[in-house]
């Protein structure tokens, strides 16, 4: 199996910044996209940003050029910087992994347990 464990969110005020980042573990062969996704109280969960292993990246339009998502390969982490944050960036932030394990062909989806970002205005 494999675990996702986030870390970095917290509270900031508006115009702040954060960092979170996603450490995947377990019998990993390898990991394809990993992505944060965000769920606002009442809200659906949208995706925020994701990244291949060959390094293309998609963001959503509401945090094109504040945010920025990076991974490290060989640490199989993900990270999501946060900058000029708004008050409507609060929410709970998901990692997620398309992860293929070891002895296995078709990769599975993970979900790490989402870590709170509150931006006071």
């Known amino acids: 199996q494999v675990q996702l464990v986030e870390s970095g969110g917290g509270l900031v005020q508006a115009g702040g910044s954060l960092r979170l980042s996603c450490a995947a573990s377990?019998?990993?062969?390898?990991?394809?996209?990993m992505g944060w996704y965000r769920q606002a109280p009442g809200k659906q969960r949208e995706l925020v940003a994701d990244?291949?292993?060959?390094?293309?990246?998609n963001y959503a339009d509401s945090v094109k050029g504040r945010f920025t998502i990076f991974r490290d390969n060989a640490k199989n982490t993900v990270y999501l910087q946060m900058n000029s944050l708004k008050p409507e960036d609060t929410a709970v932030y998901y990692c997620?992994?398309?992860?293929?394990?070891?002895?296995?062909?078709?990769?599975?989806?993970?979900w790490g347990q989402g870590t709170q970002v509150t931006v006071s205005s």
């Open positions: 997620n992994a398309d992860v293929r394990l070891v002895g296995v062909w078709v990769p599975s989806d993970y």
């Open positions: 377990g019998s990993i062969f390898n990991i394809n996209a």
């Open positions: 990244i291949t292993s060959g390094g293309r990246i």
